[in-house]
Nanobody
Framework: QVQLVESGGGLVQAGGSLRLSCAASGRTFSSYAMGWFRQAPGKEREFVAAISWSGFTSLHADFVKGRFTISRDNGKNTVYLQMNSLKPEDTAVYYC?????????????????WGQGTQVTVSS
């Protein structure tokens, strides 16, 4: 069992930056592939970024490439999402998730554990 707690969301102006953190409980954090998803009002939850258990492999959705970066620190049981050059369309609740995978996982069904989410609001 893994419990995930996101933090770092907030209100930021367009062009600004935020770093989201997701702290995981449990001793097996380094065994899990991790991912970030987001859900905007009235829209379905969508994939943002994912990283393998080792941190050696990562994948980002096309609409965040060059702006967002996923990383992890297995010593701190934490995964991060650095978000730069934020746009109003990035406004959403951001969720982190954990799942068993040998590589990166991108489908929501690949993930077994989810956090409660953190709100990111980007003003124009």
């Amino acid at each position: 069992q893994v419990q995930l707690v996101e933090s770092g969301g907030g209100l930021v102006q367009a062009g600004g930056s935020l770093r989201l953190s997701c702290a995981a409980s449990g001793r097996t954090f380094s065994s899990y592939a991790m991912g970030w998803f987001r859900q905007a009002p009235g829209k379905e939850r969508e994939f943002v970024a994912a990283i393998s258990w080792s941190g050696f492999t990562s994948l980002h959705a096309d609409f965040v490439k060059g702006r967002f970066t996923i990383s992890r620190d297995n010593g701190k049981n934490t995964v991060y999402l650095q978000m730069n050059s934020l746009k109003p369309e990035d406004t959403a609740v951001y969720y982190c998730a954990a799942g068993w995978s040998n590589g990166v996982a991108t489908r929501q069904t690949d993930f077994d554990f989810w956090g409660q989410g953190t709100q990111v609001t980007v003003s124009s």
